[in-house]
């Protein structure tokens, strides 16, 4: 086994370190997610980042990137325990509840962009449109009295099919050509959605929640005695779907076909010469990052039991990319790390109310401003390292 | 005919102020191979800067006269906007100007975010729309069902000025040619001698101020502006800089033609609801991008390996 | 510097933390929050914030009086009105015990995707703004109320009150949110019942500038009025570009352009004439209607009540009656809100149906009259002393 490591870094013996982190991530997000006041929540900003800015400075960011490389599957597990932990905990608490089922679909979605901007650089500014596309063929799906699973996995189907409308212009074009052609599908399907009379037009239409094997997901249950929300069963398929994609997004990339995404964005001409076939290379990476799009809005419109045309707008897919950009391009542990903070954040400073959209944008400006990488960038390939 | 000719006309001053805004996106792109996606958002700067003046000239100088008023509106519009646009250029735009393309454009959204939202907080009552004053003789030419105004030709024959004025500006001046090095070659340019940021600031200057002009046009035309008029404004201008082919003046004037004319034709002959014409018009620029991916009149499209 | 150390400030920091939080305020009253939900941000965010100060006015002017069993905390939160931000502040609100009740939505589609939230979590709500019929009519729910009319009584009234003017054919322009869809759908329905006659309906988006291609294809068609769907903003636009084509037809618009702005934004000159149709009894003509907007006026608010503030206020005002009556309890208070029955207001007489529809008895109509909006019965176009355009009388 080897890898770059200069030897002056702390790794704390394996899965322990691992452990350790995930509780301490653990304990601040209780303690951030359950403050109400705003000096509370303050404080606890204030400490997060300045903990983060120490690890940033001093070497601390090192040790803890080369224990969790070490240590990948053992941190893979803490993450996923953190999560069921957060889930257990806030039990009864739905709109804490809602959120993170929130953070969970966004990130989906986004690991789907990020398939396709991040890996394969297949500009896409129609994110939610496709996102929209899985929400809108569950809602029509269930009410035409289809099983909800089947539903779910055919607004995905259905997403990535959409997707091929646009495949031609995609293909052909490139830099902001292609930026224009997502954008202008972007702007129109809204507008689509609100002129048809068959997709409920402009006031939305309901979602039947999702039934599993007899399970009813819109409905309270107990859990141990104690009355638990129905949001929990929502997150824990959020929870499932999540992993899955990670998991799958993840092998993409270490295995060939990332490698081959890869050298697609970094030099067309290049990969082109050695053989690499462009065009299904990117029609890959756009079909599969719809895919993910697609599934994670029909679990979010389930879960939200309502769509409307104004949830898919082209602020929309732009707060998917700002997302995407914020966590680091092509770094999936970033776009997680990334929705958490674009999602909780403005729900935390209600308080400034109509200036919240004005801080968050420019939030945004000096993110890329100073921070161009955003805030995990994705390392380069090494080898060898893996176990 | 009559009806067909009135179409033709409305047709004309929504593409001229397409075009106008259209050719400050090619105008950035072409120095700096960036879009600057707030520009939508500087037109609207640009007529809410005119409003103000016509407010402060009617506290201070009541009674001035229509002409004068104007051209102060002009003027106060083109400075403030200048001003925004070179600084923007030199703290915001040269910054990521090594960064990917991607980051330009998500940034230079934010801060049309951060105008329009800063217009509709902090302007008085900026929320609502505001009446912009009519300031131009309503002299009308009417025959029928066809209505021909004076101030309708007035704007649009001071627009294609601005146009041609810009055009010569880049092809015939010594600035201009400066502005075509940088964008041919930026590092050849330097080697020759040209000052890199002060071009680069200089036609971020010029855009601002056709910026500026198409804001108070826009207000002299519908007499009323709003903060978020800039958005469709800023989508539709790219659209038309990139139907047309980008860092191509003519392209920005047929590309903002060409939008105008799907836009007419969607209102009007659509057999269906006319609420289509937007998907109409969109539509139609996807499959134009199908057919000629880099526009219409396409930049030499020839790739240094 | 390792882990021990990360986990040494964590813990300093953290407890640092603890400490401010159980610092609260201690009051002599109980305090109850109560709560507002609109659109704050965004293109309508004028009417939300208009719709958010009128509550928080009805607050503020509770907790200075004395005589009140309880200290209220007004607790406001944005929809953007968009359905999934919507239910996100609902279940926000809901899910939060100590708010007992709250005002809630501006957008119907918000509205219509908030419904079984509120009902979930047995909190009472009262709709101050949106008119999407079934947001009452399509549930059972008695926790939600609403006390501005729904657009079908406003629409049939406009729809008679045009017809009984003379005026035959017109012509349609509305936004495709879903209040210009919907109005244009009951006013389509009440007009044709009447024996008036459409003559093209044209859509538009919300953002849209350039309205001369409809306009133009209008103009031809001829007809005496163009009634437009939709807010504001877009009326504004629409009503000035009508007269640059030189279109002489009666502007008729719905309630949500009986707003100050649109006089502001589009002059005198060109806003006379034009015609509004509101639910309730106009505000200035009870007693409570000119308090009312003096109040809101030394509160120095950025924003003005625009045309469904009162409502905003009223619907607060019933709720912190109904907490002073009953106690801060959401059952109790949503059994009081649903018994409201002619209860006097600042929006006319309230009475909720079974459905916690208000059965608004009276649509006030309203005309331009040099600059401001007249009631229509009281304005010269009534007396005869000015003309509509195109008018047969």
Sequence with gaps: MY?????????????????????????????????????????????????????????LHKSISSTIIANEKAWDYCMVLTMLFLILIFNDDHYTLFLLGTIMVYATAVLGLNVQLGYTGVINFSAASFFGIGSYAAAMLTSAGLPSLLALLLGGVFAALSGCLLLLPVLRTSGHYAALVTMAFALLFKVFLEVSEWFGGPQGIPVAPLTL????????????????SFYVKYDLACLALLCLSFAFVRRLERSWFGLSMDAVRCDETASACFGIDIARWKIAAFTIGNLLSGLAGALYAMMLSYISPANFAF???????????????????????????????????????????????????FMILYRPMGLLPRKTRSYGGLP | ????????????????????????????????????????????????????????????????????????????A??????????????????????????????????????????????????????????????????GNLILRFDNILLFSMGALVIILVYLLIARTRLGMAIRAVAQDEEAARLMGVNFTLIVMTTFAVGSAVAAFAGVMNGLYYNEINFSLGLLLGAIGFSAAVIGGLGNIYGAILGGFIFAFLQTLGAVVLPFASAYKDVFAFGSVITLMAIRPTGLIAEPSSQRV | MGIATLFRVLIFCLSLAGLSVDSGIAAAKTTVKVGFIGPLTGGVSSNGLGGRNSAELAVMERNEDPSSRYAYEFVALDDECKSNIGVQAATKMAADRKVIAAVTHYCSAVALSTVDIYHRFGLPVVVWGAVQPDITYGNDYPEIMRICGTMINQNEEAAKFMRSLGYKKFAIIHDTTDYGKSHKDYFTKYLVENGGEILDVFGVTSDQQDFTAELTKIKSLNPEVIYFGGLTPLGVRVRSQMEKLGIRAQFEGVSGIKSDAFIEGLGKELAEGCLSFIEGTPTEKLPGGRKFLKAYQSRNFAQGPEAYGPFAYTAMVQILDAIEKVGPDRKKVTATLNATKDAPTLVGDVTYDSHGQNIVPVISKYVVQDGVWALWEDSEYASGKRKLVNSKQ
Aim: hydrophobic share 60%.
């Design chain 1, 3 to 59: 890898y770059h490591q200069p030897s002056r870094d702390l790794v704390i013996p394996g899965p322990a370190g691992c452990a350790l982190m995930a509780l301490a991530l653990l304990a601040w997000c209780i303690l951030f997610l359950k403050a109400e006041d705003q000096t509370s929540i303050l404080v606890y900003m204030t400490s997060g980042s300045l903990l983060i800015l120490i690890a940033a400075l001093s070497d």
């Design chain 1, 213 to 228: 094997f007899g399970l009813d997901f819109g409905a309270d249950f107990t859990l141990g005695g104690m009355e638990a």
């Design chain 1, 315 to 365: 602020a929309d897919s732009l707060l998917f990319l700002s997302i995407l950009l914020l966590g680091g391009m092509g770094n999936i542990w970033g776009v997680i790390l990334a929705t958490g903070f674009v999602v909780v954040i403005p729900e935390k400073f209600q308080v400034i109310q109509e200036y919240r959209y004005l801080i968050y944008a420019a939030l945004v400006l």
């Design chain 2, 1 to 76: 005919m009559e009806l067909f000719l009135q179409f033709c006309i409305n047709g004309l001053m929504l593409g001229m102020m397409y075009a106008l805004v259209a050719v400050g996106f090619t105008l950035f792109f072409g120095v700096l191979d960036v879009i600057v996606f707030s520009h939508g958002d500087t037109v609207m700067v640009g007529s809410f800067a005119g409003l103000s003046m016509y407010w402060w000239l009617n506290a201070v100088y009541p009674g001035l006269s229509p002409e004068w008023t104007v051209l102060w509106i002009f003027f106060a």
């Design chain 2, 78 to 143: 083109v400075a403030a906007v200048v001003a925004m646009g070179t600084l923007a250029a030199r703290f915001m735009i040269m910054p990521l100007r090594k960064a990917p393309p991607l980051n330009t454009l998500l940034a230079t959204m934010m801060l049309g975010t951060v105008l329009r939202e800063a217009i509709r907080l902090f302007f008085p009552d900026g929320s609502n729309p505001k009446p912009f004053p009519r300031l131009l003789p309503d002299w009308a030419w009417q025959n």
